[in-house]
Structure formats: C-alpha cells, structure tokens
C-alpha cells in the first residue's frame, strides 16, 4: 500500500475497470477510468490543484488571497477542499437547482457558497454547465476587479485545465499498454476531452474522439456553438472554443438525461461503481461506439464524479 506525505499526492492516477456487466458481447472492450476515486469524489481535483498551483508559480495567488470560482458543483468542491488544505478563503457560486448535497460538500470544506438564481429553465433536466454558469462568471468577474487579493480561477478558459488532464491521458496510454481505439467523455467546459485528445492523438493519431453533451443543451456544441452568442469572452468561449477549432474531437453527440440515469443504475447495481449521472453519459455512448468499432477494439471513457453527489435528484450535468 502507498503511504503519502500528502492529501494532496492521491490526486490522479486512478484506477482503469473493464465493464463486462453492461457490455455486450461481440463489442469492443470498453474501459471506464473510476476518477470519482479522487479524494474529493470527481476528477476535477486534478484541474484545481494544478490551477491553483499554477497561479503560485506565476504569483497571481499568494497568502492571504481568497479563491473565487463559478461551478455546477464538482469543480467549487475541489476547490474548495484543496483551498482549504493550503489555507485559503474559497467562495463559490454556484446556479440555482443543484443537488443539496452538492452544497454541503462544499460546505463541508469551509468555503462560502452563493446561488445564483438561472434566468431560464429546460424541461429537460439535463444541465450543460457551460451554459447555466454564465450568471455565477459575470459574479466573479465583477469581484476580481472590485475586489484585491482575490483569484478567480476560470476553469472554463484557465490552460492548466487542459494541461491537468494531459496528464490524464498519458495516464490512460500507460493502462492501456498505448492500445486506445476511441476516447468518449462529456464535454463541460472541454478540459477532459480536450487534454485527454491531446495526449492520445500525440501517440495514436488514429484515435477517435468523442465528445458527449446533454440533450437539452440550448447551444449545442454538436450543432456548431462553441460559446455563447453574445456574450463576453470573459465569460465564455475559451477551451470549448479552443478545442472545437483544433479538429482533435471528431464527433459531439447528445445523450438524453433519461439514458444517462439509467446506465448510472446499471453501472452501481452490475458492475458496482458508484459513479454519478455523467458516468452514465459516458458509457452509454462509450458502448455505442463500441458496438460500431467491433471486436479486437478498445474503448476508454471516463467516471468523473461519484453518486453522493445525486442521492436527491438525479440529473446529467457537465
């Protein structure tokens, strides 16, 4: 067993699992990468901290700053975990109609947290976080520049989002012994996607990408939008943007909330990963694109953040 110096040193390097509960056979293999084991519960421990550290180096956080960011969830409670850890003020603001847990994970850490009433609503329960933080950025926009001593950490535009999960690549290519076929994850605000691509295409030029989105996405990514029209680049754009122009992701395709609930199910009550509703996303089109490639092929998504998090209500959200 690893003994470590350092909350902080169990960040990343998680564990690989062959599904063969929800896989059919005569598909290719598909292998989910369990990043809800990061000690937060998501894979987003991986982006705060190398943002945070980041903005060190540079001197742009120093002691006695206070971290700010707009989140759905996942991000402000890695942020606010591995702020507290390093002895910052964290603050959140968060969109209105997140899980409750959610709030008291982040809660939990000492952070503050603020809801920000959304403007407008889907039937759909599905949420593209791209989208519904674009009220909580404008907020931490206008207190970045009213307030000193305050970071915002931009996970949406930030280059060390990117560069975290470069990371997460290569850590793929070494599981996998370099055989990787596909890729599929759901975009968010494309760290995941967009680094991981990177990494693989770096060593398998011939691996397909695929990005996935809710189905209720009011600008969808798979219909051309990869910001938000009209609004500031302070707000949006950034590495959807970025991604969407390199040609790295081949595909975009919507999952629907429903279809994302219920291969969550399958996924806790078969294989026995308690993973949350973007997991769901995630296999389920990880197993479509399984079925299309064949035997003798491999498919890798990811997990990215675990159930305790939509005991409540569960909802796809990015």
Known sequence: MKVVDSILDLIGNTPMVKLT????????????????????????DRIALEMIREAETEGKLKPGYSIIEASTGNTGTAISFIGAYLGYKVAIFMPE?????RIKLIESYGAEIHQIKLESSSEEKSV????VEIGTRLKCLKLERSQPNTWWARQFSNAANVKAHIKTGREILEQMGGKVDAFVASIGVGGTLYGVAKALKEQIPTARIIGVEPASANYPISEGFSKIPGASDDVTGGIIEEMMKSGLVEEVVKVTNSDAITMSDRLVREEGLFCGISSGANVYQ?????????????????????????????????
């Not at 593209?128 to 989208?131: I, L, W």
């Not at 159930?307 to 409540?312: A, C, G, I, N, T």
């Open 97 to 101: 109609g997140m899980t409750p847990e």
């Open 128 to 131: 593209a976080g791209a989208e």
């Open 21 to 44: 509960k929800v896989a059919e056979k005569g598909i290719a293999e598909v292998y989910a990468k369990c990043e809800y084991m990061n000690p937060s519960g998501s894979l987003k």
């Open 286 to 318: 990880a197993l479509k694109v399984a079925k299309e490639l064949g035997e003798g092929k491999r498919v890798v998504t990811v997990l990215p953040d675990s159930r305790d998090r939509y005991l409540s209500e569960k909802k796809y959200t990015t």
